[in-house]
């Protein structure tokens, strides 16, 4: 198995964890804010468990981008790149929106732990965790769009 195909794999998998951790951080967000919860460590863990498994993705991510992917930045290398919507989505929308996903869940993270109290603690945590979840669903090349994009690597 080529370096490559190792990567790719890792980043297909650990995009579950991405989502998981996303939802349930979702999920105490606005359980927390909307019952006016106190802000427990075990809120706070699971958005650093969301925000920790989206800082893989992109390292996992940009090894692809930088290096071993054929649809990253050397798919960006060839003439009439953009013009070729696999290679822009890679090479382009899905890195950019990805970061941008990650940053967004960082800054909500910790303008969740800066909140003066615990509702808006919740409610902060829970809009950026939103935002960035939204644009990581948007971004992920299902294989319910595209059977050649398998859900699960191996």
């Known amino acids: 198995m080529s370096a490559y195909s190792v990567l790719l794999v890792l980043h297909s998998w650990s995009r579950w964890l991405v989502v998981i951790f996303g939802l349930i951080a979702l999920y105490r967000g606005y359980v927390g804010w909307t019952g006016r919860r106190p802000f427990l460590g075990a809120d ?3 958005g650093a468990s969301f925000v920790g498994s989206m800082h893989l993705q992109v390292l996992l991510g940009l ?3 930088f ?3 054929p649809w990253g930045l050397n798919a960006m290398k060839q003439a009439g790149a953009m013009k070729d919507p696999t290679a822009r989505f890679f090479g382009v929308e899905h890195i950019a929106v990805m970061l941008l996903a990650a940053v967004l869940a960082q800054v909500g993270r910790s303008l969740s732990k800066k909140a003066p109290d615990d509702t808006l603690k919740h409610r902060r945590a829970f809009t950026y965790y939103a935002i960035a979840l939204i644009l990581v ?13 398998p859900l699960f690597r191996f």
């Open 63 to 65: 090894g692809l981008y």
């Open 44 to 46: 706070n863990g699971m």
């Open 67 to 69: 290096g071993l992917s």
């Open 137 to 149: 669903l948007l971004m992920i090349p299902w294989g319910i769009w595209n059977p050649a994009r």
